[in-house]
């Protein structure tokens, strides 16, 4: 180490940056200034915070098996998207917020599994609008609606407990039909294409119109039925799924997915009951102020 790398400057003139003073020099004379050359000085003078989160799949799903992903903090400049009516309006804000806050090249936000996706967009709030998440909760016991905080830093992980083949998939007997079910996890790819059929119904007998998001959601999720991973069939045999082997699977997926343990312990303010429940996701996640 040379004596200069001992010097510790306390008011003083920092070592002239040859590079920092051309830069200069350019804009005195009106000259174009290289984007490299503004980037640095950027870097340099207002770095990003940035962080590593760990993934609850323990990257199980990924090929490169990486466990964690680099983030930067929400900035000024984040706000820009989460204010942006064009993608609140067609529900893309977060996905693109997400993409936008992963620096790591070696893992893209629609590769990732829900969970992990999930995690990443808590720590994220957490650290761009602070601990406090207020939800309105209705009491089981007296009926009432009540307002409370949740301390997203107390929010638990759910790491992967049940592990997949080489695949990715999972294995299931369903309870009913017997059949012999292989079934994958969904990520953000798979959520981007559901939320853009959430507008599409469906056209039924006798003119009646509904959803069929859940039949969508089961085609890409289930790989194989009963050795057959032709997908028209995997299609019929989804729409001939007894009711209680949906449900069945709907909860088996559910236990298996790596994530975060949405629900907390309540206290009524009304009436002083003391019940477990879920942690509701609305608006004020990322829109403190939002009215609930």
Not at 49 to 60: F, M, N, R, Y
Not at 239 to 268: H, Q, W
Not at 276 to 291: E, H, V
Request: proline residues 5%.
């Amino acid at each position: 180490m040379s004596e200069q790398d001992n010097v510790i400057n306390l008011g003083q003139k920092r070592p002239v940056d040859q590079e920092k003073v051309n830069v200069a020099a350019a804009a005195m004379n009106n000259a174009e200034i290289p984007e490299y050359m503004l980037n640095q000085i950027v870097d340099d003078e207002f770095p990003v915070i940035t962080d590593t989160v760990q993934l609850p799949s323990k990257g199980v799903f990924y090929r490169n098996k990486q466990s964690v992903v680099k983030i930067k903090h929400l900035t000024a400049e984040d706000e820009n998207i989460l204010t942006s009516p064009d993608l609140i309006r067609n529900g893309k804000v977060l996905d693109v917020l997400l993409d936008n806050a992963i620096i790591d090249n070696s893992l893209n936000a629609d590769d990732m599994v829900v969970g992990d996706r999930n995690a990443v967009l808590m720590y994220l709030r957490k650290e761009g609008y602070g601990d406090d998440y207020e939800v309105k909760i209705n009491c089981p016991d007296c009926s009432e609606d009540f307002s409370t905080i949740v301390k997203i830093s107390e929010i638990e992980p759910k790491p992967l407990e049940s592990m997949p083949d080489s695949n990715g998939e999972f294995f299931v007997d369903l309870p009913k039909s017997k059949w012999k079910v292989k079934f994958r996890l969904l990520n953000g790819k798979d959520e981007n294409y559901l939320s853009q059929l959430s507008g599409k119904n469906k056209k039924g007998k006798k003119g009646v119109v509904y959803s069929n998001l859940l039949t969508e959601r089961f085609l890409l999720q289930i790989m194989e039925v009963n050795g057959n991973r032709d997908k028209l069939q995997i299609k019929k045999a989804i729409s001939n799924m007894p009711a209680i082997d949906s449900l069945f699977l709907r909860e088996y997926v559910a236990e298996v997915e790596p994530g975060l343990k949405l629900e907390t312990n309540y206290t009524c303010t009304n009436c002083s009951h003391n019940f477990d429940g879920d942690i509701p996701i609305t608006p004020k996640l990322f829109w403190p102020n939002a009215k609930i």
